[in-house]
């Protein structure tokens, strides 16, 4: 049997019981161990799970021209524009963006720089390999503290694609015979990783009604973290767009019969399982955003709600606007067709996927 994550285990043997997000984080995000670090190739056919970015440059290209359309309305004087990126992985979505626009938009390429949110080494060294063809233009920062300390008075576009589902959520199960939320937390039973309880927070929300016809087990999560993100990346952007690209619900939707153990997966060679803990740093872990908490995050932040949209109405939309401007296009050919059916058909990518547009 293969013994547990030591990073993981360690901690536990100190406290006895860890909050699963003190688990996830380790899992996916410790420097020697975790997910994220150990595995470049994780995503597209032959790695965990597909993306959209992997179905092809169509992804990319798509939202090159509509950042291309919103940085065309920014004011002319001020610092030259920038994207900025956060969670790029191997920069493949980066490498689309700046691919299109130096081609169609030779004039706005010229002008543009390319942030790269990254505190990994690992992950950086993997992006500077697949960026190299733009070097001069692609800038890396450890943190937003980082970007935001160098750039005062950032202007552009700041997006993530499948970013915050990876951030770590705490877990709140329903004890329905105590009529109280209790916290899962994560312990060692021998050699295993098991679930345990630890008190719920003092301030987490009740809702009376709502927990009178909860089932016994009930789980939900919450990303504190995610939301304290958006919200100082929020106050990051000077003026511009902030837009995130992920799958999640609204607050209304947080409730449902269907989902009684809550939203967090584990994915490993393209197979889905509840098992969360086990292979620690070998399968990927994720839970939907709770997008209603961003946007409000944001426009406590003075962000305004431009849209929140499904990834076919966002897609469609840009190439409906594309359409009426053909000059400016392209003819697709069955690739792209492909590409596209992918990104936006329900039993494929086009189901669980929203984007949140805010903007300042």
């Not at 150990?38 to 798509?62: A, K, M, P, Y």
Request: one cysteine or more.
């Amino acid at each position: 049997m293969k013994m547990p994550n030591l990073a993981i285990r360690e901690e536990i043997l100190k406290s006895g019981i860890i909050p699963f997000a003190r688990f996830m984080e380790l899992a996916l995000y410790c420097p020697e161990t975790g997910y994220y670090e150990r595995n470049q190739d994780n995503v597209g056919r032959t790695g965990d799970f597909i993306t959209s970015v992997s179905t092809g440059s169509l992804f990319g290209e798509l939202l090159a021209w509509q950042f291309a359309e919103w940085l065309a309305a920014l004011p002319a004087e001020g610092p030259p524009p920038q994207l900025i990126e956060a969670g790029a992985h191997d920069g493949k979505l980066a490498a689309d963006i700046l691919a299109w626009l130096q081609t169609q938009r030779p004039q706005l390429f010229s002008r543009l720089e390319l942030a790269l949110i990254e505190p990994s080494p690992t992950r950086q060294r993997w992006q500077q390999t697949t960026l190299q063809p733009f070097a001069p233009k692609v800038r890396w920062y450890s943190s937003l503290t980082d970007l935001g300390q160098q750039h005062p008075h950032l202007t552009g576009i700041f997006y993530s694609n499948e970013l915050l589902d990876a951030f770590p959520v705490h877990r709140f199960g329903w004890h329905a015979q105590r009529q109280e939320w209790l916290e899962w937390g994560v312990t060692l039973t021998g050699d295993n990783f098991t679930w345990a309880t630890l008190p719920a927070p003092a301030d987490f929300p009740r809702q009376p009604a709502l927990e009178a016809v909860l089932p016994d087990g009930y789980t939900i999560e919450q990303s504190p973290a995610a939301v304290a993100w958006w919200q100082t990346a929020a106050k990051t952007l000077r003026h511009g767009k902030l837009l995130a690209i992920d799958y999640g619900f609204t607050a209304e939707e947080q409730f449902s019969p269907a989902r009684t153990k809550g939203t967090v997966r584990a994915y490993h060679q393209h197979h889905i399982s509840d098992d969360l803990l086990a292979l620690p740093g070998e399968q990927d872990l994720t839970a939907h955003v709770n997008f209603s908490a961003l946007q409000q995050a944001g426009e406590a932040a003075g962000l305004t709600t431009e849209g929140f949209y499904s990834q076919p109405q966002f897609l469609t939309r840009i190439v409906q606007q594309q359409f009426q401007a053909p000059a400016t296009t392209h003819p697709w050919g069955p690739k792209q067709i492909r590409q596209f059916q992918t990104l936006t058909h329900p039993e494929h990518l086009g189901r669980a996927f929203r984007i949140l547009v805010q903007q300042r």
